[in-house]
């Protein structure tokens, strides 16, 4: 691979909770030549404090809409897990968030725009969960050179890692799964259920290698 080959400003990695996201972006940096950071979804997430976010863990039912904010109850401005398959097994859970956690979302893209913008690149992983996170990642990447790796996995895959980690909301997987992927197209995409992530790495490389950023559209 030749260190000369141009390398891009952004390379944003989406796909659903535990696909193995951060393991492959580690790999990825490992694996090119170029000086990337990693920044992820998940490391924003613990800038916050603990109370908006901890209590996620107990899933909620469906909230009456009419619920007053109660003292104390912070993840109903952070983020709440509500399942929406209701008394149904598996659980599919959605993430509720509040007006905190909206703020940080939507900070995401630009504080990686600002570390290009000091002239560092970066490996993004992130979490597309609705159209208003895709757009926010197109306003605050346009004029970079970005690409975009789409990172999918079987669900019953992802379900086995949800219960083998012990730390994550058990039907989160599935109430992201066929989200995720819906707001953008991708110029590589990886398997992790059918490959490690070394393997994964190499895919998006190689990816890279064949692609002129030249005759792209610059943003996401």
């Not at 709440?80 to 900070?107: H, K, T």
Request: a negative charge; aromatic letters at 8%; charged letters at 25%.
């Amino acid at each position: 691979m030749s260190n000369s080959m141009q390398w891009p400003d952004v390379i944003l990695v989406n796909g659903p909770s535990s696909a193995g996201k951060s393991t492959l972006c580690r790999a990825l940096r490992a694996r090119t030549p170029h000086p990337y950071l990693c920044a992820g979804f998940d490391d924003f997430i613990g800038f916050s404090a603990p109370r908006y976010y901890m209590g996620a863990g107990h899933v909620e039912g469906t909230p009456d809409s009419d619920e007053l904010l109660l003292d104390g109850d912070f993840t109903e401005q952070g983020v709440r897990m509500i399942n929406i398959s209701a008394d149904a097994e598996p659980p599919c859970v959605v993430a509720r968030f509040g007006p905190v956690f909206r703020r940080l979302l939507d900070s995401m893209a630009p504080a990686v725009r600002a570390l290009v913008d000091g002239g560092n690149s970066v490996i993004f992983d992130h979490v597309l969960h609705d159209k208003r996170s895709y757009e926010s990642c197109m306003h605050a990447f346009e004029g970079l050179k970005v690409f975009r790796v789409g990172v999918h996995c079987p669900l019953e895959v992802l379900e086995a890692r949800e219960r083998a980690r012990g730390d994550r909301v058990i039907g989160r997987a599935r109430g992201l799964v066929d989200v995720v992927h819906t707001f953008c197209s991708y110029e590589a995409e990886v398997d992790t259920g059918a490959m490690d992530a070394r393997a994964c790495a190499d895919k998006v490389v190689a990816d890279l290698s064949s692609i002129r950023l030249d005759d792209r559209n610059d943003g996401a």
